[in-house]
């Protein structure tokens, strides 16, 4: 039976991936300082032996014996990530400066979820791992955007000096039940817009295009990751390669929730990608045949009704 540590596991991806680690046969530390997640994530997991709930901050040390880590501890939406910028970027950095040392003691495998943004407004799409990104270092997002940068450096060279086993994971964007309603991320506004009889807030004309991939297809992604030889590191990007602009994904909310809310356009805030594709065939090919399963409407049916039970 492996021990696997997950950072930010009471959060939105954190508790479907340590949902799914029990389901394996794991036994699961949940390690999270509750400032994106939230106790009800995991709620349904606190009776079970082999789940157990720390309060840590992963910006200081943590020690534990366990053969695997997942380190997805980050605020991940705008409005989180720069409420507190020089907090998000010093939980990117020691966060992973932490856990690799801790990776590095008890010689387990550690896997880095990295994001999308780590290639910026990008100059060539769809984006492929080879790119190197096209990132402003000074802007309101750097905080989040150089913050994974600087902890995929982290990884490699820890991988590089110490022989580590590594695994990075670019996740592009995701949705799904336990998305925080006030987390700022489209899918999310959208929907509680919807619901709500509220106008749908479009910044720029919604020409701006993103990927959005369902929650079961990230959870699979990171688990078959993690299950690659020493010789696979990554990056590789993880996501859905079906594009839709702000436009479209407004109308389909608004189809899938019968709501009579309108589309209000508001200016663009700075650094915001015009585009967002995955390239996923370096995941096909080393991830045993991955690729998205779930259908954006069948993704979004699942994630209004979550979101019409908590609202």
């Not at 157990?52 to 943590?62: K, M, S, W």
């Not at 949705?175 to 910044?203: C, E, H, W």
């Not at 990171?222 to 299950?227: A, P």
């Not at 663009?268 to 990608?273: K, N």
Request: net charge neutral; glycine share 8%.
């Amino acid at each position: 039976m492996e021990r696997v540590l997950v950072t930010g596991g009471a959060g939105f991806i954190g508790s479907h991936l340590c949902e799914r680690l029990i389901k394996e046969g794991c036994d699961v530390i949940c390690l999270d300082n509750y400032f994106t997640g939230s106790k009800d994530n995991i709620r349904h997991l606190l009776g079970n032996d082999r789940f157990e709930l720390v309060r840590h901050d992963v910006t200081t040390p943590y020690y534990a014996e366990v053969d695997k880590v997942y380190n997805l501890a980050c605020p991940a939406s705008p409005v989180h990530y720069q409420y507190n910028p020089i907090k998000t970027i010093k939980t990117s950095f020691y966060g992973a400066l932490n856990m690799l040392g801790l990776a590095k003691r008890v010689k387990a495998k550690i896997l880095q979820a990295s994001t999308s943004e780590v290639y910026g407004d990008p100059d060539i799409h769809p984006q492929v791992e080879a790119y190197w990104g096209h990132v402003n270092p000074v802007g309101a997002r750097s905080c989040y955007d150089e913050g994974k940068r600087a902890a995929e450096t982290l990884f490699m060279d820890y991988h590089r000096q110490h022989n580590l086993r590594i695994k990075i994971v670019r996740i592009f964007n995701t949705y799904g039940p336990r998305m925080n309603p006030n987390d700022g991320r489209v899918v999310s506004n959208f929907i509680v817009q919807a619901l709500t009889d509220k106008d749908l807030t479009i910044y720029g004309d919604g020409s701006q295009t993103r990927s959005f991939q369902y929650i079961d297809d990230l959870v699979e992604g990171l688990i078959r990751m993690m299950k690659t030889g020493d010789d696979f590191t990554g990056p590789v990007n993880i996501g859905n390669p079906g594009e839709f602009s702000m436009l479209q994904l407004a109308h389909e909310v608004i189809r899938l929730t019968g709501s009579k809310s309108a589309i209000v356009f508001k200016p663009l805030p700075s650094d915001d990608p015009k585009q967002r594709r995955p390239d996923i065939s370096l995941a096909f090919e080393k991830l045993d045949g991955w690729q998205p399963t779930v259908k954006l409407e069948d993704g979004l049916i699942k994630t209004i009704t979550y979101f019409d039970q908590i609202l």
